[in-house]
């Protein structure tokens, strides 16, 4: 069993920057790839950025350059670093952990973009 905590949300202006962060419980947590999700309101959750256990990242096309994602197995934690944020960026993030069979979910965290 794996429990995430994200934190880091809030209100930012177009252009700025926001950190999410998201604490991992369990002593597993090297061998999870851990991937942040959007939702934003009448949409579908997708995938933003991912990283393997091995730190291989991946991203979606629409944040490539802005977004980036990091693990630090030590502190059981992977943090997604957003810059030049838009207001398409205005979601609720979900951190995600993905180990063979097994995945799990934070309870998300808002995001919003606005002026």
């Known amino acids: 069993q794996v429990q995430l905590v994200e934190s880091g949300g809030g209100l930012v202006q177009p252009g700025g920057s926001l950190r999410l962060s998201c604490a991992a419980s369990g002593s597993t947590f090297s061998s999870y790839a851990m991937g942040w999700y959007r939702q934003a309101p009448g949409k579908q959750r997708e995938l933003v950025a991912a990283i393997t256990s091995g730190s291989s990242t991946n991203y979606a096309d629409s944040v490539k350059g802005r977004f980036a994602i990091f693990r630090d197995n030590a502190k059981n934690t992977v943090s997604l670093q957003m810059n030049s944020l838009k207001p398409e960026d205005t979601a609720v993030y979900y951190c995600?952990?993905?180990?063979?069979?097994?995945?799990?979910w934070g309870q998300g965290t808002q995001v919003t973009v606005s002026s």
């Open positions: 995600n952990a993905h180990f063979a069979i097994w995945t799990y």
